[in-house]
């Protein structure tokens, strides 16, 4: 048997010039799997010693105001855990530069099981 280092930490930024929507809107930030990143054919393992999925956390900001709110922007931000699927966050009209920071954090007490590693992150800005 091989041993293996444990995962670095995973960082991924995205940054958008221009977001936002001329009415009342919602921002959703949806994980296909509240695992994170899943290995679908993982195969048999001890689930003391390794685990098949890669949990991570999505952080959006950007510059809004409150649902229904006629005032000056402040910095706004929608933030899904590592071990939540999805949020919302409800708001008035805003344009704005938009930061997403998607972080996996070191996996140090288990080894991750040999395989392929995937997922999706969806962000949805919906009128209201």
Not at 99 to 112: E, F, Q, S, V
Request: with cysteine; glycine share 8%; proline share 5%.
């Amino acid at each position: 048997p091989e041993k293996h280092p444990e995962s670095p930490t995973i960082e991924a930024d995205i940054d958008t010039l221009t977001a936002g929507c001329n009415f009342n809107n919602e921002v959703e930030i949806t994980k296909s799997n509240v695992n994170g990143l899943v290995n679908a054919a993982a195969g048999g393992y001890d689930t003391n010693q390794f685990q098949a999925n890669i949990p991570y956390s999505v952080n959006a900001a950007w510059t809004g105001v409150a649902l229904n709110a006629v005032t000056a922007g402040s910095p706004q931000s929608l933030n899904v855990a590592t071990n939540v699927l999805s949020g919302v966050k409800q708001q008035g009209a805003w344009r704005s530069n938009m930061a997403i920071d998607i972080d996996a954090p070191a996996i140090t007490n288990k080894g991750l099981v040999a395989g392929t590693y995937s997922g999706t992150t969806t962000l949805t800005l919906r009128a209201l």
